[in-house]
């Protein structure tokens, strides 16, 4: 398990947040590395199919083509993304071997039954589904609660990590700064 090393006041992650439209074939995810104190250092791109398995492998080449070494965590807001295409935290952890958070903001029962009611053929987005396992509500000093999965690190460290990176409301700077860079790039290619 590795530690997210909070003292470092140049602690550099990669955040990533999608945007996309009503009728798109994919969507646009938009990846910003920042360090922990706001810095931004860096951008990277990529595309996950709608309804598709592309989401964890596109997140892999993201972090890939940024060849960087001095990442140290990465934050996705949302593990299940464009309408169902669902990262796989676990294979995502161990490809690039730094702790992953999962970043949800509204209690839910699920969504088992919407992909079962969405997929004629669902066994396979059930099972997926299910190796996500169940999320964390964690309390930041905003006093608002987000929802958490985390693979590589403890809950408690990703809160205090969240809690250094949120200025305001429930969304962590970084992850407000990618889904505004996905919103961008998605209106720019119009």
Known sequence: MNHIRLEKKGLRGLAIAESFRENDTTSIL???VMRRDFIIDGFVFGKA???GDDATDTIISMY???ARQDI???LISGLIISMYNI???KKLQKEIMIPIIGVTYEESDG???AIKHHFPNFESKVT?????GSRTKVPLHTKHDIYLRVEGCEVEEAKKLLDALTLQ??????LRVAQLLAKAELSHIQ
Not at 128 to 132: A, G, M, P
Not at 169 to 174: K, N, S, V
């Open 30 to 32: 938009a990846g910003v």
């Open 64 to 66: 890939e083509k940024l």
């Open 111 to 113: 969504i088992e039954d």
């Open 72 to 74: 140290s965590f990465v």
């Open 128 to 132: 997926q589904y299910r190796k996500l």
């Open 49 to 51: 199919t709608i309804e």
């Open 169 to 174: 409301g429930a969304i962590p700077e970084p």
């Open 87 to 89: 990262v796989d935290i």
